[in-house]
């Protein structure tokens, strides 16, 4: 996939990794980029960055599918999806019921509904692709927040199924798997004292914390050669490799660098 002359949404597109992405698109030749977002003025303002005659900003709740529909409708035929809005939460157990079903509608439920709309039209055309934003925590885990542990997970999941189920029909589909990436989501968590912090602290413990610029290049890069699986910290594979060759150590290491990490035990 070549992003020269095509269509694509980016959503969570206002900051982060999400903003990196939108310019990165329209440096690689995008026809045009939706930077999408629920801060419309922020979606606006990397729109104007890139130029009004190759991108829109456009305030949307990617979770709501009446929103999304009209998006899509709006700026359609899509080439390139960009499922990357998220959010974390900083809670465990403590999180109630209404934490837990907003952070499911941003970090699951709006991939489902984006796939719903767009991959029947990609199967007809014969071509399109969805990229998945998730986490190293969606292949590993999240010390400090379970609400973004199991949802990051429910993404690649996913992100798989989509691939197994329509890889074969010309629907190519990319997971995006970081850690450390210098966003406001992470820095706002390092910001953050006792408990809720935690889960920011052991990713700036865990590797190197990389710029958004460095991950928009590791995404078209995955793009250009249709590879699932995106690691812009390639420890991640090995910390993948340990988890599954031996849970039990792997787990019991989870524990130690979380007492590390709260000064507990």
């Known amino acids: 996939m070549e992003l020269r002359d095509r269509v694509a949404v980016v959503t969570g597109g206002a900051s982060g990794i999400g903003k990196a992405m939108a310019l990165r698109f329209a440096a690689e030749g995008a026809r045009r980029v939706v930077v999408v977002d629920l801060n419309a003025e922020g979606a606006e303002a990397v729109a104007e960055e890139i130029g009004r005659d190759a991108a829109a900003g456009v305030a949307c709740d990617v979770a709501d599918e009446t929103q999304l529909s009209e998006v899509l409708g709006r700026f359609g035929p899509v080439d390139v999806f960009c499922a990357n809005a998220g959010?974390?939460?900083?809670?465990?157990?403590?999180?109630?019921?209404?934490?837990?079903?907003?952070?499911?509608?941003?970090n699951v439920r709006a991939h489902v509904i984006a796939a719903r709309l767009l991959v029947p039209q990609w199967v007809e055309r014969g071509e399109g692709y969805f990229v998945a934003t998730a986490s190293a925590a969606g292949v590993l885990s999240q010390i400090g927040?379970?609400?973004?542990?199991?949802?990051?997970?429910?993404?690649?999941?996913?992100?798989?199924?989509?691939?197994?189920?329509?890889?074969?029909?010309?629907?190519?589909?990319?997971?995006?798997?970081?850690?450390?990436?210098?966003?406001?989501?992470?820095?706002?968590?390092l910001g953050m004292e006792g408990g809720e912090g935690v889960g920011a602290r052991v990713v700036q413990a865990s590797g190197n914390l990389l710029e958004p610029d460095d991950v928009a290049g590791d995404v078209v890069d995955a793009m250009r050669e249709e590879r699932f699986l995106i690691l812009p910290h390639p420890e991640v594979l090995k910390f993948m490799q340990n988890k599954t060759g031996d849970y039990e150590r792997w787990l019991a290491g989870m524990r130690k660098l979380q007492a590390h990490i709260t000064g507990a035990g």
């Open 87 to 106: 959010i974390g939460t900083g809670q465990g157990l403590d999180a109630p019921d209404e934490v837990w079903d907003q952070i499911l509608a941003v």
């Open 145 to 189: 927040d379970a609400p973004y542990s199991v949802t990051k997970h429910a993404a690649v999941a996913f992100a798989e199924w989509l691939s197994i189920t329509y890889g074969d029909r010309g629907v190519r589909v990319s997971c995006l798997c970081p850690m450390g990436v210098r966003t406001p989501l992470l820095m706002g968590g």
